[in-house]
């Protein structure tokens, strides 16, 4: 995946194998560990979340008016 690997629920061969290819594969380690920290920091951007956050007070703001 972008941003990891997706293992199903209670497969413990799955998720054994693929730790070997993240411990094997230097290349998928640092796609995955650059596009997680990309993503986390363009969910979690704090100029972003008070943006959203200031619009939605508005939004309510107005429509209790």
């Known amino acids: 995946g972008r941003n990891g ?3 199903p629920a ?7 194998e693929s730790l070997e290819i993240l411990l094997a594969q230097e290349d ?4 995955v560990a650059k596009n997680a ?3 986390f ?6 100029n972003k979340y008070q ?3 200031e619009r939605v ?3 309510v ?3 209790t008016k």
């Open 5 to 7: 690997i997706v293992i």
């Open 10 to 16: 209670r497969d413990s061969d799955a998720l054994a």
């Open 28 to 31: 998928i380690r640092e796609r």
């Open 37 to 39: 920290r990309a993503d």
């Open 41 to 46: 920091l363009e969910t979690y951007d704090l």
């Open 51 to 53: 943006e959203k956050l």
């Open 57 to 59: 007070y508005g939004e």
């Open 61 to 63: 703001l107005h429509s």
